[in-house]
């Protein structure tokens, strides 16, 4: 169980990031620095001993050393990290120093950045500007979500799109129900322990799955909505993709992220996804999902597919003309994201058409709902 950590365990923590850099410090020294701490009417006392090879803490009191600090633990903090000037801390009462000032000077303050190997992935121009940079795919990958595989109405909708973009490209689709993707356990193995191997490495299927999306041009993730998001089984999909990133932080678009293991510079994505409810607002958490994976994994999105009410547009038989307008223009979208990187808003215009609410739909469906109650019929 994790707990707040004492003045005392921060100040190891400290000295130990400290002793990485004191090797190489060029003001070495013998001797201690005493630190007498108050914090929440309790009292730390610790004292950093230095020596030519080593910086250690010990707790207690130690006998004649070079230089003591009184002070609040806040304030120390805030003088080490560079946040409160000594001589404004000696001024003000906040600090209180006796001996040689100067021994601090054993703590080195030397930068990593210099040491540190970073891996590069800088951010691109198709990244920033996709359909201006765009060239025609060469192969297209569909994951399809959803938990009923090719009997759900994903697949249905979907149909239509992947034919328009086998006009122009090469379509490869496959179905996440019928591979085994573990969740993610949060243990961080993949960058610590095994760098990239994750632990159920050989357990499951997501590498796998991983390899076969890895070298597609644009993705496709198809689902329907479950829970006011995407399935689990899909989240279990991104959650474990951390172990193909490196554990480095680096700077994006617009704000820190990872860099990448597997470099597809001109990969992008298509999301696509249905719901049951007549508002567009249900999509409003998988459009903000897909805005931040955008980002951190380096793949700008593309095209945004979102059909409200898929399965009463299906079953109605009176609103079969809408049906197929629909489907006519998803094929036409298919086409389009293709050939220039985008979906024409006209398209668009078409498949996310609204469907009017009439007094009679909810007790219909309510209705439907008791009459499959019961009846131990899945296959709807």
Known sequence: MKEILSPIAIMQNMVEKLQNFYPDHDQKSNGIIQFYFTHEDKKYDCYIQSNHDTLKLFEGIAEK??????????????????????????????????????????????????????????????????????????????????PRGEKGYTDFYLKPFIKGMQKESVVVTYYLNQYSVNPCKGCFSCWINKPGECIYQYEDNFHQLAEQLSDADIIVYAFPIYADNIPGVLKNYFERSVSRAYPYMIEGINGVRHPRKHIHKNQSMVVFSICGFWEMKNFTPVKAFFNALAHNRHCPVVGEIYRTTAIGLYDNPFLFKKLNQVLVALEKAGEEVVTYGKIKRKTQKTIHQKLKRTSNDLDQINEWWNTKKGSKVFDY
């Not at 009462?93 to 000032?101: E, H, S, V």
């Not at 210099?114 to 940079?133: A, R």
């Open 65 to 146: 050393p070079n230089v003591s600090v009184r002070c609040s633990f806040y304030h120390w903090l805030d003088l080490a990290f560079g946040r409160l000037n000594p001589f404004v801390g000696i001024i003000t009462r906040k600090l209180q120093f006796k001996g040689d000032i100067k021994f601090f000077n054993v703590i080195p303050k030397k930068s990593i950045k210099k040491s540190l190997w970073v891996p590069e992935d800088p951010v691109t121009k198709f990244e920033k500007n996709p359909s201006k940079y765009w060239e025609k795919p060469q192969k297209i990958v569909v994951l399809n979500a959803s």
